[in-house]
């Protein structure tokens, strides 16, 4: 069995809106009262504190404290004590800081529901005259059943035929989505995704990640960023100083002595929201089209381990590095490589791919970041810096130095192109020749 999700967006009328905040409410309430509890019983001494300990007192007090909760499934405020719970593991295992408060925000917010009582159906059974009526013979919709709510439209029919763990209720900008834990077999996996090549088994590719271009491939083809972030900086910019300007809170003092915020505030926020759901689309449509094409062409592949939360910290590189997604593009290669069969080597986060000649194997250990030009000191060549870190990563599979190792043949690399070109990938090539620098 494969574990696999899938997002779609829903289509909401008024009234299913208000129950989805009130909803994104409780469940906040819930999260915000465990961690309370949970650093109170610390701080008394108590040890091997549980989440779901603290979902048993909340239980038996919410009734006579919180009695608006029973307005909404009980999933809402059931599973914040389970997101409480990852929470308290990712920062026992010194995975995330220690956990902090919820915040309300205008255009956010989620909940979670099992499985168990999740309901999807081909009618909306909202509506009495349409009960017993095929209204939805395309397939095109499909209805998600909520507990006192009823049926919600979602814009597209779930795809996948599995095992339906849990279900989370999230709101994005002024849109809303459901996404659906599920786990499916293996040929149903094959049979809803693009799968690996035939023809790939003696294909392998070395893989640079860098700030410029996304990646480089140890095949002489850079793939272009398109730098959302980047293009999209200006407006919002823009839109954060408008939202400053509106009326709110700004100070503890402000929310206690009870200034709201104005609906103009409330309009720019979610409009805010809007063009970071853009922003983050455009890199997630990217990322996933760019492995999928990747690790279903080659057979092996090689890879960085790189400290991106350690790059981070470089104020001069931080926005850049956010904008391409590294550690992102890196898990999906593994995973997805695993799916497919392909082999993933994982370079030691200290191996000196950049700093290393892929010709003679000399390392230049004075290699600064701004020096785009490989210029070996002992032989000599003369190569672009990421195409030749990204042939060391490749020696890595073959054992071999440089240009001794495999090469794709033009059908090979006119196919990759081709399948780059389709899925709206720009690409550009990298001067693979290696020049001898004469020093005379």
């Not at 599973?79 to 902090?100: C, I, M, N, S, V």
């Not at 100070?251 to 063009?275: A, C, D």
């Amino acid at each position: 069995m494969i574990s696999i999700a899938h997002r779609i967006e829903l289509k909401p009328n008024n009234k299913q809106k208000t129950y989805f905040r009130k909803a994104f409410g409780c469940a906040r309430l819930a999260y915000n009262w465990g961690l309370a509890e949970w650093d109170k019983q610390y701080k008394e001494g108590v040890r091997g504190i549980k989440a779901r300990n603290l979902r048993k007192e909340f239980n038996a007090i919410k009734k006579e404290q919180f009695p608006f909760v029973k307005e909404v499934t009980k999933w809402a405020t059931d599973g914040a004590f389970e997101d409480l719970q990852d929470a308290y593991d990712r920062f026992f295992k010194h995975l995330a800081d220690h956990p902090t408060f919820h915040k309300k925000r205008d255009g956010g917010g989620s909940f979670y529901m099992g499985g168990c009582d999740t309901v999807l159906s081909e009618t909306n059974r909202n509506l009495k005259h349409l009960k017993g009526i095929e209204h939805n013979k395309d397939g095109k919709h499909q209805y998600l059943g909520i507990p006192h709510l009823g049926f919600v439209k979602m814009a597209e029919h779930l795809r996948f035929n599995g095992h339906l763990n849990s279900v989370r209720i999230s709101q994005n900008g002024d849109r809303f989505f459901a996404s659906f834990s599920m786990k499916i077999t293996e040929e149903e996996y094959v049979r809803t995704h693009p799968q690996a090549l035939i023809d790939k088994q003696e294909r392998k590719v070395g893989i640079d990640m860098g700030v410029h271009n996304a990646i480089i491939l140890s095949d002489g083809i850079k793939i272009d960023d398109p730098k959302p972030l980047k293009q999209n900086l200006r407006k919002q910019k823009r839109l954060s100083r408008q939202l400053s300007k509106r009326q709110h809170a700004r100070t503890k003092q402000e929310r206690l002595e009870g200034v709201k915020k104005s609906n103009n505030y409330k309009k720019l926020s979610r409009r805010l929201g809007n063009l970071d759901r853009h922003i983050a689309n455009i890199r997630r449509d990217f990322t996933q089209k760019l492995t999928t094409v990747i690790t279903t062409h080659y057979a092996e592949i090689a890879i960085e381990d790189l400290n991106v939360k350690g790059m981070q910290k470089n104020h001069r590189l931080a926005r850049s590095v956010s904008d391409v997604a590294m550690g992102e593009m890196r898990r999906q290669i593994e995973y997805k490589a695993a799916f497919n069969g392909v082999s993933v080597t994982k370079a030691d986060r200290f191996y000196p791919s950049s700093k290393t000649c892929s010709c003679c194997g000399a390392i230049k250990s004075d290699l600064t970041l701004k020096e785009r030009t490989y210029i070996c000191p002992a032989c000599g060549a003369v190569i672009d810096r990421d195409y030749n870190a990204s042939l060391n990563l490749l020696g890595l599979i073959t054992k071999t130095i440089g240009m001794d190792g495999p090469e794709s043949t033009p059908a090979d690399l006119a196919a990759l192109l081709s399948r780059f070109t389709v899925n709206g990938i720009a690409t550009s090539k990298v001067e693979t020749g290696k020049q001898q620098k004469s020093y005379v």
